[in-house]
């Protein structure tokens, strides 16, 4: 436990130390950049990359494995722009759009569950299926005129702070608060940590299952409508790059693909890290695939550090032992 939570704080303060070194620089080097309105604009963009980074953050805690975040929040848009286009209210529209993303979710965990298939093959299918039915709805169209009291919420501050960050936040808030203060939490953490271990202990793993990719699919089917306030539109690419974007954010963030590891916190501090880097790049004129070079370094050096050093561990003693095994034979 010692050592776990040691592993944890070492990634908080070498994420914050990588965040602060990077808005000092960005702050010396651009003097636009420490301004209100870029400032904004950071927490704005980001908004709905972090719900989907804390969707995959549960996922990955359990063991599990989602790469249909983006396709979903692409999905919850699609539905969205073509039931308001059929003149259903609009409260109504938005409860079914938040339904078909839960319906996902479900049907994700159905295959990971009830039939047994793997994770990643299963949400990598639904994912590319997901993207033809909205490529199908939409027709390539790009579609406008949702309702301008929802979509002026993308213009709502409440302390000069974005309404869609303050979303964010609080649905991070309220995740953190699951995993860490409630028994499901725990039953989230036993089940990434060892599966079998947990149904031995009397945990309901499929139920577990079903818990979090539902919780992913509504938390991704969320951040496609906060995308469509944002941009006020919906757009067929929307979530396109999400899947490669946020598992490099979560897994920078310190959650492992092993399962049992992880927190909301990380996640988010790897994603605000994407962002000053890709608006740092902005602001400078320099080619944001310079930016991609610097993520991928980062996440050599932050995620990869614990597995290079098990693999040195276990070589050296390895090569030791067999250097001297033929000293022993010899004196045998």
Known sequence: MKKIISSKAKTFFILAGVNIIIIILLTILSPTFITYGNITAVMLRMSELGMLAIAETIVFISGGFDLSIGA?????????????????????????????????????????????????????????????????????????????????LGYVYIFRIPFLFIILIVTGILISVLLKNTIIGRKIFSVGGNEKTAYLSGIYVGRIKYLVYCLSGLISAMAGLMFAIRIRAIIPDAGLNAPLEVVTAVLIGGTTIYGGKGSVLGSLLGILAMYLLLNGFSLLGLNPFWGVIILGLILISVVGQESIGKSLKRFLPAKRDGERMPTSAGKG
């Open 72 to 152: 979903v929040m692409a999905l919850s848009g699609a539905v969205c722009g073509t039931l308001n286009m059929m003149g259903m209210p609009f409260g109504l529209v938005v409860l079914i759009t938040l339904l078909v993303g839960l319906g996902v979710g479900m049907l994700n965990a159905f295959f990971v569950v009830n039939l047994r298939l793997q994770p990643f093959i299963i949400t990598l299918a639904t994912m590319a299926i997901i993207r033809s039915i909205v490529y199908a709805l939409l027709k390539g169209n790009v579609l406008t005129g949702l309702p301008e009291g929802f979509l002026d």
